[in-house]
């Protein structure tokens, strides 16, 4: 673990562990648990799995994040035992992206038993994808000749569109890989865009003086807008 990801969240179950004493379930996700972590960009995201929600455990539980939220670091995703094996269906491209890389801090995996459908996962994926295709859209008509609007529109989204090309390669029966230039070159040989504006904008997200031209920008939306287009005609049947 990095150790950037190690200190903190090892003092957060410290906490957890008195709070909550053998009755919720941690799991990192994310970069933080792909080894991909960029210190002072990526968020540390933790997915907590209670007994129970009720009203005195959440009290409890903001006690013991006081100091995760003063650090200002990302919320964990709050789930109960009996609702998150229901939840697939509904956040099948979260549940897919924590399956692809996790670790099970405390408690018992209860991720592997997880199945998401890939008509769902279809279904998001065309949702979001369309999405980030808009504002895309939006920021370059509003701010083309905005090197650094444009430069700091394309840091921003660029993880969001990583996670989406990671389900993307799942949903297509390939394997996708964490290193986030590997996952880019293997997104773009299957999906048929080229690689070279989001793998520069990927190599920069945290690098605030990085700045893209329009043409790069350009790129990068053809490859979004190719991705799109891609799930859109990807035929899996109703499964």
């Known amino acids: 673990m990095h150790e950037g990801v190690d200190k903190p969240v090892t003092e957060l179950l410290e906490r957890l562990d008195l709070a909550l004493p053998g ?3 941690a799991i990192l996700h994310g970069s933080a648990a792909r ?3 960029v210190p002072g960009h990526s968020d540390i995201n933790l997915l907590l799995v209670l007994d129970r929600l009720d009203a005195d455990s959440l009290r409890a539980l903001g006690v013991a994040l006081k100091r995760w ?3 200002r670091q990302a919320p964990p995703v709050l789930f109960s035992r009996e609702e998150l094996p229901r939840c697939a269906d509904s956040f099948p491209i979260e549940i897919a992206d924590i ?3 996790y670790r099970v801090l405390r408690g018992t ?4 038993p997880l199945e998401v459908r890939p008509a769902d996962l279809r279904r998001a994926l ?3 994808f369309r999405g980030k295709l808009l504002r895309l859209r939006q920021g370059f008509a509003s701010g083309a000749d905005d090197r650094a609007a444009l430069s700091a529109l394309a840091r921003l989204s660029v993880g969001s569109i990583l996670v989406l090309l990671r389900a993307a390669l799942r949903l297509s029966g390939q394997r ?3 290193d986030p230039r590997a996952l880019v070159g293997a997104a773009a040989q299957a999906i048929g865009f080229d690689a070279d504006a989001l793998l520069e904008i990927a190599d920069h997200r945290a690098d605030g003086r990085w700045q893209a031209s329009p043409g790069r920008f350009e790129q990068y939306l053809a490859a979004v807008e190719a991705a799109a287009r891609y799930i859109d005609e990807l035929q899996i049947g109703d499964r």
């Open 23 to 25: 009755a919720y379930s």
């Open 35 to 37: 080894d991909d972590f």
């Open 69 to 71: 939220r003063e650090a």
């Open 99 to 101: 399956s692809a890389g």
């Open 109 to 112: 995996d209860l991720i592997a």
């Open 126 to 128: 065309e949702r979001e």
């Open 176 to 178: 996708a890989p964490s």
